[in-house]
């Protein structure tokens, strides 16, 4: 079993979480949609993330659907004191399973009472305003919809909250009007807009959580990538994780996948050191070298 543990811990709201956790997207059928192919060996990969010591799982009522937070309420129900699950609103699915905004009060509002349904919660520890005014982080307040999320933290409905795919002028807008535990953006080995901003959270003992930190629907390609994972006896992807691992401590890892193996894999990343002169060259891949 991988030793996860390697990796550190860092403070993600009232927990101190390890370092490298999972994301339960990939645990819904193609394209985030529908429900998966099997549906046991989902169970079976969350129990495993569970047992290797997992203690936060990134999750979302609008993946599915609902498919899976009901998956893990029914592989992980009732859950471990130490577990941080992680939820976000802002978005909602069509019957085609295209991805919308869904910032109207009363949107907020029920997506945050389908994540508590659906997990079988009575709060929700973090929840993240996916912010969705374009395909990537793109300027708009954040201040309508997180005045909302502040009334229902108010009310005991939830605990934390965080922002996703924000940009650096939102968080900063978000961090006057409530607490922001965390930032969720896109982040990996070869897309590197973060930089500034995960440097100056790490300042403030803010976590970071990539996501798609393997590259998501088109996983990271690069010769230089395959060569250090060659000389080091490890797949490109553990070495992407190790990258992302070593390039700052408030970086916390949700890689996801719905294969035990790969899990196994993505968990071994914890023990994987990288020397000085690797990671220039890793560097020099998302520099554009």
């Known amino acids: 079993m991988p030793n996860i543990d390697k990796a550190g811990t860092f403070k993600l709201g009232s927990h101190t979480v390890k370092r490298l956790g999972y994301g339960a997207m990939q645990l819904a059928g193609p394209g985030v949609f529908g429900p998966p192919k099997d549906r046991d060996a989902a169970v079976a990969v969350l129990r495993r993330a569970v047992e290797a010591g997992v203690d936060h799982i990134d999750t979302s009522d609008f993946y599915g659907p609902h498919v899976t ?167 490109p992807m553990q070495v992407a994780l190790a990258w992302l691992l070593q390039r700052s401590p408030n970086i916390l890892l949700i890689p996801g996948t719905s294969s035990l193996q790969h899990l196994e894999e993505n968990l071994a990343a914890a023990e994987l050191g990288l020397p000085q002169g690797v990671l220039q060259e890793l560097e020099d891949i998302g520099n554009g070298a």
Not at 153 to 163: A, C, D, M, N
């Open 69 to 235: 937070n009901e998956i893990i309420r029914e592989a992980l129900h009732p859950y471990p004191d130490d577990l941080v699950i992680v939820t976000k609103i802002g978005a909602r699915r069509d019957d085609k399973g295209n991805w919308l905004p869904a910032f109207a009060p009363e949107e907020l509002r029920q997506a945050v009472h389908d994540n508590l349904k659906n997990l079988g919660l009575e709060r929700l520890e973090v929840v993240n305003l996916r912010l969705m005014f374009a395909e990537g982080p793109a300027e708009g307040s954040v201040e309508p919809a997180l005045t909302v999320l502040a009334k229902m933290q108010e009310e005991g409905l939830v605990h934390h909250i965080g922002l996703s795919n924000a940009t650096p002028t939102q968080v900063a807008e978000a961090r006057k009007i409530a607490e922001i535990v965390c930032v969720q953006n896109l982040y990996n080995l070869a897309h590197r807009t973060d930089d500034e901003l995960i440097d100056e959270l790490a300042k403030e003992g803010i976590p970071y959580v990539p996501f798609f930190p393997l590259g998501g629907f088109t996983p990271l390609q690069s010769s230089s990538l395959n060569a250090v994972a060659e000389r080091l006896g490890a797949t």
